[in-house]
C-alpha cells in the first residue's frame, strides 16, 4: 500500500494540497484543524478537485461546480456524488497518507 508523509505545517487550517503518493493524485484538505485526504479525481468527470476551491468546509469542482464535503467526501451537490476517501493519520507533527493499491 503506497504511503507518504507531509509536514502538518505544510497545510493550515483552510487550504488544499495536491500530492501524488504511489503515481495517485491525492488532495489533502484541513478544515479548522481536521485533516482529511481524497483521491484527486471528481465523482462526475475526474477532474482534479484540487484545482477547484476550498471555502467553509466545501470542495468545489472547477469545472462543473460540483460540491463535496471536505471533511467526509460526500457530495453537497449533487447529493448521491463522493469523493474516494484515502486513510489519514496525524502524529508527531507529520500527516501520514495510506492510498489503496489501484
Ligand atoms: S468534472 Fe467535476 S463537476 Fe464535472
Redesign the pocket.
Known sequence: MPVAELDADALWPGEMLRVVVGGRPVVVVNVDGEVSAFLDR?A????AVSEGTLCAGVIR?P????TYDARSGHGLNPRGAALRAVAVTTCDGKIRLEVEDA
Open positions: 471528481c462526475h468527470l475526474g477532474q469542482c469545472v462543473h461546480e460540483w
